[in-house]
C-alpha cells in the first residue's frame, strides 16, 4: 500500500510547535513523523484517506446542521402557554427586542460561520477527491481558515444548558430534537476537525492546480 501524503522528499516541513524545520521522507502505511525536539506531529502516512475520513464527516455535520437548525430547540411550559423556538426563530426574537448585536452575534457563530465552513470544507475536499482543477478551492480554503475562530457551536450549546438549568424552576422544559441535534453536531464538528489534514490538503491542491 502507497502512502497517501504527497512527500517531496526536497521540500522541508515545519514543526507546528517548536517551529523546527525537518526535510519529509517517506512513512510506512499507518506511520507518522514527529518533530526530533519536541515530539509533536508533523504529518501522518495515509493523510489523503484522513481527507477522505473528513468529507464523510463533513457531509453527515451537514445533515445534523439541518435538522438542528429546522427543528425546536426546546419547548417551554408556562402556566398553561407552551411555545417553542428554532435557532432561526431565537435570533429574530433578539433582533424584534431590539437586542440587535446580540441577535447578529448569535446568527454570525452559530448559523453562518459553521454552515459556510462546513459548505466550504465539503466543496475543497470534493475537489481534492475528484481532482478538479481550478474549482476555486485555495480561496475557500483560505476563507475557512479565517472564520474557524468564530463557529461556535459549543458555546451556545453551553449557553442553552446553562438557560434550561435555570429555568427548570419557573417552566416545564421540554428538549427539543434541534437541542440533540446540536450535540451530535458539536461532535462531528470536532471529528471533521480532527480527521482534516490541512498541510496534506493544501499539497495536494498544488499538485493538481
Ligand atoms: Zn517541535
Known amino acids: 500500500m ?6 517531496k522528499p526536497s521540500s522541508l516541513v515545519a514543526c507546528p510547535e517548536c ?38 464527516l463533513a457531509l453527515a455535520a451537514c445533515i445534523v446542521i439541518v435538522v438542528a437548525n429546522i427543528f425546536p430547540i426546546v419547548g417551554l411550559e408556562v402556566q398553561g402557554v407552551h411555545t417553542s423556538a428554532t435557532l ?23 448559523i453562518f460561520v459553521p454552515l459556510a465552513e462546513l459548505a466550504g470544507l465539503i466543496w475543497v475536499l470534493l475537489v481534492l477527491h475528484l481532482r478538479l482543477r481550478g474549482w476555486g478551492a485555495v480561496p475557500i480554503l483560505h476563507f475557512i481558515e479565517s472564520v474557524k475562530p468564530w463557529g461556535m457551536v459549543e458555546v451556545f450549546m453551553l449557553g442553552v444548558l446553562v438557560s434550561l438549568v435555570k429555568l427548570a424552576h419557573i417552566a416545564t422544559i421540554e428538549p427539543g430534537v434541534a437541542l440533540f441535534s446540536f450535540a451530535v453536531l458539536m461532535a462531528l464538528l470536532a471529528a471533521t476537525a480532527a480527521a482534516f489534514d490541512a498541510d496534506a490538503a493544501w499539497e495536494q491542491l498544488e499538485d493538481i492546480r
Open 2 to 7: 502507497e502512502c497517501g501524503y504527497p512527500v
Open 19 to 56: 517551529d523546527l524545520l525537518h526535510r519529509q521522507t517517506e512513512l510506512a502505511p499507518e506511520g507518522e513523523a514527529r518533530c526530533v525536539r519536541c515530539g509533536a506531529l508533523l504529518y501522518r502516512c495515509c493523510a489523503t484517506n484522513a481527507n477522505e475520513r473528513a468529507l464523510a
Open 88 to 110: 432561526f426563530g431565537a435570533v429574530q426574537s433578539l433582533w424584534d427586542d431590539e437586542v440587535r448585536s446580540v441577535a447578529v452575534l448569535v446568527f454570525v457563530t452559530t
